[in-house]
């Protein structure tokens, strides 16, 4: 039984509870009777029932398994995984960083959870808030770190988009006449424009036009991976990289990790169980984690042929009109990326438009800006968009591996921690000043109990959030910053 449900139970005999009787009222439980592990490898979501959310963003409602699954696996089978044949790594090199950022994916994604968890907000503006932000005299503080993450979060959603649209209109121009009187990559984006904005205007990830157009981009990703593997193995596959000059071996297997909807599928997922009060644990199908581990899992099994390919790549044959896969390579590979991009943009904020203006019509005025912006990126000449891709690149990975570990050293390590049993208005029972003869001294004693058990649990979590920060974080801006500056 948690912390809270015991509070509640000791309660439910007396009304309040005074430091003179409570003693009748709590069982005094020995600092020794933690459980036998102190560490919690578990994936079950066992307590989720005190977890207490206010969802509050329009794009999360309720998922079933099935669909938040397929929302976990897809970022993993876009423009990281197309780009994976390509990078020419060795596997001395590139297997450890595959297996190390697979880990890593499913590891962030388990700091998000726990974050969600303890500080009991589903998104990731509600969370820094509360950890950066909390407290009174703090507003000036609130709006400014809302508006950066607000912006961030938006301008990387948009800026993904539209490298997504780009890198699709890029693999398909060499199937054109160059004699055309238009240019391929003009006409390809108008075309594109048409077809996907309608696909973009879903209110939500449980939407249907999301869902199908998600749905399709894996399906397409497994048919792109069967025409690959056929080139590779008749020696006909030809090579492809981004324009980015960070977009190397080891920086694309990392990217090919990213994800950043964690906390919003969290949410919708808790937002599908029965609302009723049950003392039933809920289906193993429900946990977030597990769904989360199966993710990272089928990726690695469906991108880990294109590491074997990246590190043999072949030379094309003479003959290479007896397999002429090229066209359909091209085909499959633009259309992952393209139905990848309303689950892209459906979860981006909305611009500040004038309420009074957005009310005067029916036109969904922010996403048409949004759609617009991504157009504006997507069409910048090829030494602009280079640097975009860069861009993309560092914040994908900022946001993916560095924001948890950093968010988590500060809730748990810089502020003062939550309080699991005792009143919010009673003092910290680790503070001096607090006084024995004004406060309970066994409420005292379980809290403190209590945090050090807690403590126990994240001592693994803690090691690996330090590794984040320092050898990943660290280690990945001193290679970028000397990549850049040409010394590596």
Request: a positive charge; one cysteine or more; aromatic letters at 10%.
């Amino acid at each position: 039984m948690s912390a809270r449900h015991s509070t509640t139970s000791s309660g439910e005999s007396s009304p309040s509870l005074c430091a003179l009787d409570s003693s009748s009222h709590l069982i005094l439980v020995h600092d020794d009777d933690d459980d036998s592990s102190p560490l919690d490898f578990s994936l079950d979501d066992d307590d989720d029932d005190d977890a207490v959310f206010d969802i509050g963003r329009p794009y999360v409602l309720p998922l079933g398994p099935a669909l938040v699954l397929l929302y976990l696996l897809s970022p993993f089978l876009k423009l990281g995984a197309l780009l994976l044949p390509h990078t020419k790594v060795p596997l001395k090199f590139g297997l450890p960083a595959f297996f190390l950022f697979a880990v890593l994916a499913a590891f962030t994604r388990r700091i998000w959870y726990m974050l969600s968890r303890y500080l009991r907000k589903s998104d990731l503006e509600d969370v820094v808030l509360e950890v950066f932000a909390k407290g009174r005299g703090k507003e000036t503080a609130r709006a400014v770190l809302r508006t950066i993450v607000r912006g961030g979060t938006g301008g990387l959603r948009v800026l993904l988009a539209s490298l997504y649209l780009r890198d699709s209109i890029e693999v398909l121009v060499p199937l054109f006449h160059s004699d055309l009187v238009l240019a391929p990559d003009i006409i390809l984006t108008f075309i594109f424009a048409v077809a996907l904005f309608p696909l973009s205007l879903g209110q939500s990830l449980g939407s249907k036009r999301t869902i199908y157009c998600t749905g399709f981009s894996v399906f397409s990703f497994v048919l792109w991976l069967a025409l690959v593997s056929i080139a590779h193995a008749k020696g006909t596959l030809k090579g492809w990289s981004s324009s980015g000059a960070l977009w190397q071996g080891i920086s694309t297997i990392a990217f090919t990790f990213t994800s950043s909807t964690t906390l919003p599928l969290y949410a919708s997922l808790k937002a599908s169980l029965p609302t009723a009060v049950t003392t039933a644990k809920s289906s193993k199908s429900h946990s977030f984690m597990i769904l989360s581990i199966i993710s990272v899992v089928l990726a690695v099994i469906l991108i880990l042929p294109l590491m074997f390919f990246s590190a043999f790549p072949n030379r094309p044959r003479q003959d290479l009109t007896m397999y002429p896969l090229e066209p359909f390579i091209a085909s499959m590979n633009a259309l992952t990326l393209l139905l990848g991009i309303p689950s892209v943009l459906v979860t981006s904020p909305s611009l500040p438009i004038p309420e009074r203006v957005r009310l005067s019509t029916t036109i969904p005025l922010s996403r048409l800006g949004i759609f617009i912006l991504v157009l504006v990126f997507a069409l910048l000449p090829r030494v602009i968009f280079a640097v975009i891709c860069d861009i993309v690149l560092v914040c994908a990975l900022l946001s993916t591996y560095f924001l948890p570990a950093l968010v988590h050293i500060t809730a748990h390590y810089l502020k003062r921690p939550l309080s699991i049993i005792m009143p919010p208005s009673t003092p910290n029972p680790y503070a001096q000043t607090s006084s024995p003869t004004t406060h309970d001294e066994l409420l005292q004693r379980k809290e403190r109990a209590l945090q050090r058990k807690q403590l126990k649990k994240r001592i693994i979590w803690d090691l690996g959030v330090w590794f984040l920060l320092l050898p990943v974080g660290c280690g990945g801006g001193a290679w970028a910053i000397g990549h850049l500056a040409g010394k590596w």
